[in-house]
């Protein structure tokens, strides 16, 4: 069954052939020569694909063909409308999941590849930062990237820096929405929160095991707890419309992927420089709560290691690497 909760890392090689032939017909004797299955086995499996509702057109003369998708982050989709070389190398999908960091987690020590994600369409225990928990109905983006980057264990955060910039970048190309970054890593778009990125790592003293970026987009989901209203909110609301989740993945995982190799092989210089220009908090007076305090003070920078620079009124600067920020 194509859309079970098993990770599917097979890919299912008629879907790929109806994707990258969308709109044409394709004859069964094609298929299963192509494939060496027999025209039943080709049409169980289209019934198989039709019963999670993709639209496939049959006809004894002319064969198969895809008409039109079902909304679901399956990785042949992903695969199909996205050219990576390093992200999405092996994608784990679940129709639904506790968390996908909690599952990313076990995957990275199991040892899969450099740019593994972990794709659900719901989840039913997931966390944000700080320990609390996070709202994961079905229409939304809730991924974890798997990294393995050259760098020191020190860097990391920067990861969650080009995140925040690689999600801002994909929801203003592909809605056209007005989308902000909040340091350190909330994306708000008309004030309110629609992503939030919680970056777990695995080091030695010196060396990285392993990044789990998890990321959550509020795109399509429409109801959000009484405790989030008014504080979160989701494309869809602010824009009107549905938003097309593929479309908007496939722009993310590009993002990440160009910004990933870049920093890899140059730095983050170019991530830090957009970072700049789409945080909404420099040059602004802010709250920042931390573990032990609260205190006040305008935002100048960030640092080269991610850290935000603060100005308190006695004009000393001091370097913030975690809390929260109210404006
Ligand atoms: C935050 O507190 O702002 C961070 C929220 C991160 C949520 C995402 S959704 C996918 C991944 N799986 C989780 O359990 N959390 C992250």
Redesign the pocket.
């Known amino acids: 069954n194509i859309s079970s909760n098993s990770d599917r890392l097979k890919p299912n090689e008629l879907l790929m052939l109806l994707l990258a032939n969308k709109g044409t017909y394709l004859s069964g004797e094609d298929i299963s020569k192509k494939f060496g299955i027999t025209r039943s086995a080709i049409w169980k499996q289209i019934n198989s694909l039709r019963d999670i509702g993709y639209v496939i057109k049959s006809s004894p003369r002319l064969g198969y063909c895809l008409d039109e998708s079902p909304d679901l982050l399956l990785p042949e989709e992903i695969w199909s409308k996205s050219d990576l070389t390093v992200l999405g190398s092996k994608i784990y999908y679940y129709s639904i999941t506790g968390?996908?960091?909690?599952d990313a987690k076990k995957l990275a020590r199991e040892g899969v590849p450099d740019g593994t994600l972990v794709i659900a369409e719901k989840?039913h225990k997931?966390?944000?930062?700080?320990g609390?928990a996070?709202n994961?109905p079905d229409g939304g983006l809730?991924?974890?990237v798997i990294l393995r980057p050259n760098f020191v264990p020190m860097d990391a955060p920067k990861l969650t820096i080009m995140t925040a910039v690689a999600v801002t970048e994909a929801i203003i190309q592909t809605t056209g929405i007005h989308a902000e970054i909040k340091w350190p890593?909330?994306i708000l778009a008309d004030g309110k929160k629609v992503c939030?990125?919680?970056t777990e790592m695995s080091a030695e003293m010196d060396a990285i095991n392993h990044v789990i970026i998890?990321?959550?987009i509020n795109v399509n989901n429409n109801d959000f707890p009484d405790e989030l209203k008014g504080i979160g909110t989701s494309l869809k609301q602010i824009k009107g419309e549905n938003i097309n989740r593929l479309a908007l993945l496939s722009a993310l995982l590009k993002k990440l992927e160009y910004y990933y190799i870049k920093a890899e092989n140059e730095g983050f210089h170019e991530v830090f420089e957009k970072w700049r220009s789409l945080c909404i908090n420099l040059g602004k007076k802010i709250n920042i709560t931390g573990k032990n305090d609260v205190f006040e003070g305008t935002a100048i920078d960030i640092d080269e290691f991610g850290a935000l620079l603060v100005r308190t009124e006695n004009g000393e600067v001091v370097r913030v690497l975690s809390g929260d920020v109210s404006l």
């Open positions: 968390s996908t960091n909690e989840q997931a966390r944000g930062r700080m609390r996070w994961s809730w991924l974890s890593n909330d939030g990125i919680l998890g990321v959550g």
